[in-house]
C-alpha cells in the first residue's frame, strides 16, 4: 500500500473520531446543564406533584441521553429497541401495580375484630 493511502486512511480515522469526541463533549455538556436545571428545580417553591413531574421528565431525558449515546444505543439494531420497549413497559406495569390495587386494599394487613363483634366469645 502506498503512504499516500495510508495516510489517508489515517485522517479519516482521526477525523472519525474528532466527531465521536465532539459528540461525547457535547452530550457531556448537556447532562451538566440538566443537573443545574434539576437543581435549580429543587430551589423552587414548586408543589410536590409539579416538582416530581419536572424531575422526572428532566431525568427521563438525562437516562435517554446516557442510554442513547454512552451505552451506544443509538447506533443498535431493532432487536434492541424491541427487548428496551419490552422491559419499559414492565416497568410502567409494575409501577402501576399499587395505583390499580390502591382502592381494594388487599395488601392492608386487617385489623383484629374486637371482642363485642363476636359475641360468643365472650361466653367461653
Known sequence: MSDHAADHSTDDHAVDIDKHVKVYITVFVT????????????RLHLSVPVAVTIALFVALVKGSLVAGYFMHLVSEKRLIYAVLALTAAFFVVLLALPVLTHEDGFWIPQAAEPAAAHPEAEHK
Open 31 to 42: 447532562l451538566m446543564v440538566l443537573t443545574v436545571v434539576t437543581v435549580a428545580i429543587s
